[in-house]
């Protein structure tokens, strides 16, 4: 079983920056992806980033340019740089990790989910 805590939530004036952490611990048996995903109240979770083992990325449209995701897959670490932060990208946020069988792009095919982080921008 796989165990994901997240780090580094907060509140910042729009246009600030902020760095997510993740952890995972315990053992992948088929490590595929990790990524985050973000809720606003009212909203629907939705897919921030991912990356994949191959190392390949993708982002949400409302994130490009302002977000990269990396990983130190030594110790099973993601991290979501996130700059230009705006009132809108407020929610809580969500470590998401999945197996070879799993997904990182469909949250009901996720293997595992950390508790969130918020993030609140202020205008």
């Known amino acids: 079983q796989v165990q994901l805590v997240e780090s580094g939530g907060g509140s910042v004036q729009a246009g600030g920056s902020l760095r997510l952490s993740c952890a995972a611990s315990?053992?992948?048996?088929?490590?595929?992806?990790m990524g985050w995903f973000r809720q606003a109240p009212g909203k629907e979770r939705e897919g921030v980033a991912r990356i994949y083992t191959d190392g390949s990325r993708h982002y949400a449209d409302s994130m490009k340019g302002r977000a990269t995701i990396s990983q130190d897959n030594a110790n099973n670490i993601v991290y979501l740089q996130m700059n230009s932060l705006k009132p809108d990208d407020t929610a809580m946020y969500y470590c998401a990790a999945s197996e070879l069988s799993g997904s990182c792009q469909v949250p009901g095919r996720i293997n595992y989910w950390g508790q969130g982080t918020q993030v609140t921008v202020s205008s």
């Open positions: 315990g053992s992948f048996y088929n490590k595929y992806c």
